[in-house]
C-alpha cells in the first residue's frame, strides 16, 4: 500500500490541532522577523494542547522529515525556519497560565504563552517575570527560552536563563521528561539538564511548558535620557553607569544615525542633530531611588550631557522611551531588508567596536543603525539593505564577518540574546576550538544525534540526513 | 555564506581584569583573599563568598548558593567562564568574559557543580559587583512566626530587590533572621529606617550591626533545593539535626552544618532520607560534600556516555 499524503500522516497525529498545507498558509511561515531569508515549510500544524504536540512529537520520527518548533516567529536570528524543509510545529495552542504562586516566587506556564499576556497576569500579584525582549506583546515564552531572550532591562535583572527554574520537554523518542521544576533545582536527575535545553533553540526537543522565577514588582521607577555630542563622552558615561552603587536596570543607546532615523520619522522627539542618546532606568524603593537619582543625573551631566531629561511619571517616562522603542519599527519602514547583528562585547572595546561598523558599513555602501543594550555591551547594529539589489547581501554578509571576527578579537561573543540561528552559524568556528567544538557537537549527539530536530541551525553543518 | 574555517587551538581564558566590565579571571585555586587582592583596588568585589579562605573551586563544590545570592543568583550566573581540563589533560574554554552569552549550548551551567565526571576547572571568569563602601547586618529575633512575617515584609515588596541576603538561621534552640545590607555610606539611614519599620511591624527586636564585614558561613555539609516557600519549615524541621541551619529566604536553599565526626556521610544521608521524595517532586535537589553524587538512572547514564563519546573522539 502506497504512504499516506503527509497532510493525512500529519492529521493522525494531530486530530483535533491543525494542519496546513496551502502554499498560502505555508507562505506566512517562510521566514522569521528577519525576513530576508525564507524557506516554505512542507506542511504547519497547530497541536490543540499540550497533548497533542507530545502525540505529535511521539510520531515525529517516523514522518522522517525535519521538524521545526515556532512560538510567534519574532526570532531575529533565521532560527524557526525550515531551512531544510520539514513540518513547523506552530505551538500557538498551548497557552495556558498553569499556577501562579506568589509565595514561592514562581510560575508555571505552557510554552505557547505570550510574554505580556505573563506579565499582565502578574501583576496584579505583585510579581514579574523580568526578561523583556521588544517583541513582548507576540513572543511566545518557548522562543524566549529556545533563545535564551534578553531585553532593555537585562542589565540588572539578566536574561531568560537566569529564571527558569524547570522545563518540560518532549524528547525524539517520544519520552517526555522535565528537568527542574518550581524548586529550580536537578530534580532526581544526577546533573542539570534543563541547562542544555535553555538557549538550545529547538534543535533537542520540543518544550511543553515551563517553571519560571518571579520577583516583586519594583516600587518606583525613574527614568532618564540624556545626549551626548560624541561617542568619547557617553562612553564615559556608560562605564561609569556601570559601576554605580544605583545598579541601573537599563542602560540602552541609540547613535547618531539612529537619532537622525528617528528625527526625521513622525516618531520625532526632538534629540539634538547628530546627537548619542544614552537611555537609563532605576527602580525601587521610593526612599532609594528618589535619593539616588540625583547623583545619577549629575553623573550625566558630569561625562559631558547638557541635555539631561528626568521622571517618574509614567506618561513622561513613555514619552522618553520614545525614540528608543521607535527605533526598532522605523528600521523595518525604511529598508526592504535589515541584518541585526547581536553580538556582546566588552565595555571597554565599545568605541572601537562602534567605528569598525560604520567604517565599514560606509565603505560598503550600507546604511548602519546602532541601537543597543549598551550596559551589557550586547551590540545591535541594523545593516540597512534590499536584498533585491544584486551583490547588496553578500556586502552586509562581509560586514558582519568582519565585524564578527573583530568582536571575538577583544574577547566578545556572537550573540547576546538572540540565539545562532541560521543567520550567525557560519561564525561559529571563530568561538570554538577543537576542544570546545567537541563539548558543543556532543549535546545534540546525546538529544537529537540525526538533527531532526530545526537542522541546519547553530552549527552549519547540523543537516539532517533522512 | 560561506564557511569559515575551524579553529586549530582552543582561545583560553588568560589572567585578566577588566575594571570597566567588572570582571576578573584567576585560578580556580584562588580565595576570597585574592579576589579582595585584585578587585578591592577597583572598588570591585565578588559577593558570593562562604568561607573566605577556600577555594573557588571548593566553593563550587560545595554549593550552588551564596546567601546574597538573594540579590546577585547562584554562583552559574556570577561564574561568566571557565577554563575546563577535560578527563584526558587537554583544556577547553567554556562560557565567555562578557555578562550575555546565547551562543552555543550552556556547558558552563552544566559543568560548574557537576562533579568529576567531565573534568575540573582551571580558571575561573568572575562577574564583579561595585563595591558601595558599607555593609550592615541586621539580626531580627522573635518567636517563628514573627519571624516568618519579619521574612514576608522583607520579601513580598520592592526592597526584595536590595537586600544582600535574608536567611532564616537556627543555631541549637536558637532562630533567627540576617539580613545583610551593601550600600554607599549615606544610603545606610534609609535602609536602617526600613529595618526598624519591619521589626515595629512584626514586634521583632532589631539589633543592627553596623560597618561589619560580611559575614562568612563557611562550606556547608548538605545543601538543599527546594521552594522558596517551604524553605523556613524545612529549616526548622532539619535543624534538630544540625549544628546549624541557614535558610535562603528568596531561593529556597538551605545549608546545613553538621558536627564534627568520621560519621557525617551517614548523618548527611539519614538526614535527609525522609525529605528526598518531596524534594524531587518540586524539582529540588540535595547534596554532601561527604557523600558521592547518586548514580544516574538509565536514560541518564545513556546521555551521560554519548557525552563523553562525543567528547573523547578524536
Not at chain 2, 526598624?196 to 560597618?211: D, F, I, K, W, Y
Request: hydrophobic residues 40%.
Amino acid at each position: 500500500m502506497p504512504p499516506l499524503p503527509l497532510w493525512s500522516q500529519l492529521k493522525q497525529l494531530l486530530p483535533r490541532g491543525r494542519v496546513l498545507d496551502s502554499p498560502a498558509q505555508l507562505a506566512g511561515y517562510a521566514a522569521d522577523a528577519l525576513g530576508y531569508k525564507s524557506y516554505l515549510p512542507d506542511a504547519v500544524v497547530i497541536p490543540a494542547d499540550a497533548e497533542e504536540l507530545i502525540g505529535f512529537m511521539k510520531g515525529a520520527r517516523r514522518l522522517a522529515l525535519p521538524v521545526i518548533l515556532r512560538g510567534a516567529g519574532t526570532s531575529l536570528s533565521g532560527g524557526p525556519v525550515a531551512a531544510q524543509g520539514g513540518v513547523i510545529v506552530h505551538t500557538s495552542g498551548l497557552k495556558r497560565i498553569r499556577e501562579i504562586n506568589v509565595e514561592g516566587f514562581w510560575c508555571e506556564v505552557e510554552c505557547g504563552v505570550a510574554l505580556n499576556d505573563l506579565d499582565a497576569a502578574l501583576k496584579p500579584h505583585g510579581v514579574f517575570y523580568p526578561p523583556d525582549p521588544s517583541s513582548g506583546p507576540v513572543c511566545t515564552l518557548g522562543g524566549n527560552v529556545a533563545s535564551n531572550a534578553g531585553g532593555a532591562h537585562c542589565f540588572r535583572y539578566g536574561v531568560t536563563s537566569n529564571y527558569v527554574l524547570g522545563v518540560e520537554v518532549v524528547l525524539l523518542d517520544g519520552n517526555v521528561q522535565r528537568f527542574g521544576g518550581p524548586a529550580g533545582g536537578r530534580g532526581p536527575w544526577r546533573e542539570d539538564w534543563k541547562r542544555f535545553m535553555i538557549g538550545s533553540e529547538g534543535t533537542l526537543g520540543a518544550f511543553t511548558r515551563f517553571w519560571l522565577r518571579l520577583l516583586p514588582l519594583p516600587e518606583k521607577v525613574w527614568t532618564l535620557r540624556a545626549t551626548y555630542p560624541d561617542l568619547r563622552s557617553i562612553e564615559t558615561a556608560i562605564h561609569a553607569l556601570v559601576a554605580h552603587s544605583s545598579y541601573p536596570a537599563a542602560i540602552e543607546m541609540l547613535d547618531p544615525r539612529g537619532v537622525a532615523m528617528v528625527e526625521t520619522s513622525q516618531m520625532a522627539v526632538g534629540l539634538p542633530k547628530g546627537s548619542f542618546m544614552l537611555l537609563l532606568e532605576i527602580d525601587g524603593p521610593a526612599a532609594l531611588v528618589d535619593a539616588r537619582v540625583g547623583p545619577v543625573a549629575e553623573l550625566l551631566r558630569h561625562a559631558g550631557s547638557s541635555d539631561v531629561v528626568l521622571s517618574d511619571q509614567d506618561a513622561i517616562r513613555q514619552k522618553l522611551w520614545k525614540a528608543r522603542k521607535a527605533a526598532g519599527g522605523l528600521l523595518g519602514q525604511l529598508s526592504p531588508d535589515y541584518v541585526v547583528q547581536d553580538a556582546v562585547i566588552p565595555k571597554s572595546a565599545l568605541a572601537d567596536v562602534l567605528q569598525l561598523v560604520y567604517d565599514e558599513a560606509d565603505a560598503a555602501g550600507i546604511r548602519a543603525v546602532n541601537v543597543f543594550h549598551a550596559g551589557d555591551g550586547n551590540l545591535h547594529p541594523n545593516f540597512l539593505f534590499d536584498s533585491r539589489v544584486p551583490g547588496e547581501l553578500e556586502k552586509v554578509e562581509l560586514i558582519s564577518e568582519r565585524l564578527m571576527r573583530r568582536v571575538i578579537e577583544v574577547g566578545g561573543t556572537l550573540s547576546g540574546e538572540h540565539g545562532i540561528g541560521n543567520d550567525k552559524s557560519a561564525y561559529m568556528p571563530l568561538v570554538f576550538g577543537p576542544d570546545s567544538m567537541r563539548l558543543q557537537w556532543a549535546v545534540p549527539a546525546a538529544f537529537n544525534p540525526s538533527h531532526q530536530l530545526n537542522p541546519l541551525k547553530v552549527f552549519q553543518n547540523r543537516r539532517f540526513a533522512t | 555564506m560561506k564557511t569559515l574555517a575551524p579553529m586549530l587551538v582552543e582561545r583560553l581564558f588568560t589572567p585578566f581584569l577588566d575594571a570597566v566590565d567588572g570582571t576578573l579571571c584567576l585560578p580556580a585555586s584562588a580565595t576570597a583573599v585574592d579576589i579582595l587582592a585584585q578587585a578591592g583596588a577597583h572598588r570591585l568585589r565578588f559577593p558570593l563568598v562562604l568561607d573566605p579562605n577556600a577555594s573557588l573551586r571548593e566553593h563550587t563544590g560545595a554549593a550552588t548558593y551564596a546567601p546574597t545570592s538573594c540579590r546577585f543568583g547562584p554562583f552559574c550566573d556570577n561564574i561568566l567562564g571557565i577554563n575546563w581540563r577535560l578527563p584526558g589533560g587537554r583544556v577547553a574554554r567554556v562560557g565567555e568574559r562578557v555578562v550575555k552569552t546565547t551562543t552555543g549550548y550552556d556547558w558552563l551551567r552544566f559543568l560548574l557543580h557537576s562533579g568529576r565526571r567531565f573534568g575540573e576547572p582551571v580558571d575561573y571568569v568572575l562577574r564583579l559587583r561595585p563595591d558601595c563602601g558599607f555593609t550592615m547586618e541586621a539580626r531580627f529575633e522573635a518567636e517563628l512566626p514573627a519571624l516568618r512575617s519579619c521574612v514576608r515584609r522583607l520579601l513580598h515588596g520592592g526592597w526584595m530587590h536590595w537586600w544582600d541576603a535574608v536567611d532564616f538561621i537556627t543555631e541549637g534552640s536558637t532562630a533567627f533572621v540576617r539580613v545583610s545590607v551593601h550600600c554607599p555610606p549615606n544610603e545606610a539611614q534609609i535602609f536602617e529606617e526600613r529595618l526598624t519599620q519591619v521589626a515595629t511591624e512584626t514586634g521583632a527586636r532589631l539589633v543592627l550591626l553596623r560597618g561589619v564585614p560580611p559575614a562568612f558561613d563557611g562550606l556547608p555539609d548538605v545543601v538543599l533545593k527546594t521552594t522558596p516557600d517551604r524553605a523556613i519549615g524545612l529549616a526548622g524541621t532539619l535543624s534538630s539535626d544540625a549544628d546549624r541551619c541557614l535558610a535562603m529566604c528568596y531561593n529556597g536553599v538551605i545549608h546545613l552544618y553538621l558536627s564534627e565526626g568520621d560519621d557525617r556521610a551517614e548523618r548527611a544521608h539519614a538526614l535527609m532520607q525522609p525529605h528526598i521524595g518531596e524534594l524531587h517532586a518540586l524539582g529540588g535537589d540535595w547534596h554532601s560534600r561527604w557523600l558521592p553524587a547518586t548514580p544516574p538512572s538509565l536514560t541518564e547514564s545513556k546521555w551521560l556516555e554519548t557525552l563523553e563519546r562525543t567528547i573523547h573522539a578524536s
